[in-house]
Structures are given as structure tokens and as C-alpha cells.
T-cell receptor
Framework: NAGVTQTPKFQVLKTGQSMTLQCAQD?????MYWYRQDPGMGLRLIYY???????DKGEVPNGYNVSRLNKREFSLRLESAAPSQTSVYFC??????????????FGEGSWLTVV | SQKIEQNSEALNIQEGKTATLTCNYT??????LQWYRQDPGRGPVFLLL?????KEKRKERLKVTFDTTLKQSLFHITASQPADSATYLC??????????FGKGNQVVVIP
């Protein structure tokens, strides 16, 4: 049972390049999330998906797009990368459509550097 | 605006002692609060959840309290071990799909 799997683990991008972070979960969870974690800032929610076919903006959505491809997969796209998007990105999932105390399961993170 | 505060200074503690971490919040009425552990280079891992109508929760050597009047949660690790060294995050949740995380508090257990 792999849990939440993210790819790639590490990526260096040039300013203006685009890329997609892939995420898949094998726990049959309804809700999936993308967070970024920066030193001194804590985890901040970028986008989330309460169920297949729905997505909503979180705290810091600018510069990102997401796709909930199916129940298992939730991808994060940077259309035109900027140095301010250098961060560690975490995909996560939880069982219910409304978090209501459900546990969040995190992936191992994707380290992205934009130069 | 909503604020979640955890001590930014690392807590250095002798092995065998009890480590106590604090999570304070303002402008928020969470329905529940969670604690996570994060090791360097890894994703956070869920430890405990406590709901607004609960005062205390325990799991093995871990204990969490939740005081909605003081707007504070305390996280205790009893009989601490070097393997407990990590960063601990508190997170507040309500009726929507969002968890708001604190910045985390590092614990270093000294053998």
C-alpha cells in the first residue's frame, strides 16, 4: 500500500518554463490537496479537490492550476514558473468530502527550484 | 486575521523528560485540532486529533489537551526518546475542507 505518491521528487526549472507535478493515492480517498511549504511560512494550501470533478482555490492559488483527473490522481501545473514558486510541494488526501476531522495523509514532497 | 502560533525556537530536552509544546490560535473557532510530526525531508504524519468538546486525548506516550476558552492546545511527549526528535505541527479544522497549519515547533531530545 503506497499511500500518496508524488513525482518528481526533485526538479529545477528556469523562469518561464512550465511543469506538472503528479500525485496519486491508492486509499480510495475522496479529497485531495496540494500544499506548499516554505521556511518560516508553514504549510499553505494551494488548491484542493473535495471529490472527483471538483476543485477549489486555497490560500495561495495564483500561478497554479490543478486537474482532478480521476479519483486517484490530482495534478498541479505551473504554467510559467517564477522564482517565488521555489518551494517544497506536498500532495495529500483524506477520506471524506468534508474533512470534519478526517486524517490527512501526505506524500513525501516534491522539491522545486526555479532559477 | 486568523493566526496559529507555535514556538519558533527549538525545544531541547533531556531523554526521559516530558516535552511540552504549545499551539495558540486567534480569530478562529476550530471544530477540531490535529497534531502532526514531520521529519527532515519527509511529509507530515498524523499523530492525534482532538475535537472541540474534548479536553484531553492520549495515544501511547503522547497527550494532547484542547482549551477552547484559552484558544490553546498543549502537546506532551512523556518519557521522551531521541527518536522523538522532529518538528511537530498543529493544525486547526472546521466545517470546510481546509486545515490551517501552524509553522511547527522543533523538538530535540538529547541522550
Amino acid at each position: 500500500n503506497a499511500g500518496v505518491t508524488q513525482t518528481p521528487k526533485f526538479q529545477v526549472l528556469k523562469t518561464g518554463q512550465s511543469m506538472t507535478l503528479q500525485c496519486a493515492q491508492d486509499m480510495n480517498h475522496n479529497s485531495m490537496y496540494w500544499y506548499r511549504q516554505d521556511p518560516g511560512m508553514g504549510l499553505r494550501l494551494i488548491y484542493y479537490s473535495a471529490s472527483e470533478g471538483t476543485t477549489d482555490k486555497g490560500e495561495v492559488p495564483n500561478g497554479y492550476n490543478v486537474s482532478r483527473l480521476n479519483k486517484r490522481e490530482f495534478s498541479l501545473r505551473l504554467e510559467s514558473a517564477a522564482p517565488s514558486q521555489t518551494s517544497v510541494y506536498f500532495c495529500s488526501s483524506s477520506p471524506g468530502e468534508r474533512i470534519s476531522g478526517n486524517t490527512i495523509y501526505f506524500g513525501e514532497g516534491s522539491w522545486l527550484t526555479v532559477v | 486575521s486568523q493566526k496559529i502560533e507555535q514556538n519558533s525556537e527549538a525545544l531541547n530536552i533531556q531523554e526521559g523528560k516530558t516535552a511540552t509544546l504549545t499551539c495558540n490560535y486567534t480569530n478562529y473557532s476550530p471544530a477540531y485540532l490535529q497534531w502532526y510530526r514531520q521529519d527532515p525531508g519527509r511529509g507530515p504524519v498524523f499523530l492525534l486529533l482532538i475535537r472541540e468538546n474534548e479536553k484531553e486525548k492520549r495515544k501511547e506516550r503522547l497527550k494532547v489537551t484542547f482549551d477552547t476558552t484559552l484558544k490553546q492546545s498543549l502537546f506532551h511527549i512523556t518519557a521522551s526518546q531521541p527518536a522523538d526528535s522532529a518538528t511537530y505541527l498543529c493544525a486547526l479544522g472546521g466545517g470546510n475542507n481546509r486545515l490551517a497549519f501552524g509553522k511547527g515547533n522543533q523538538v530535540v531530545v538529547i541522550p
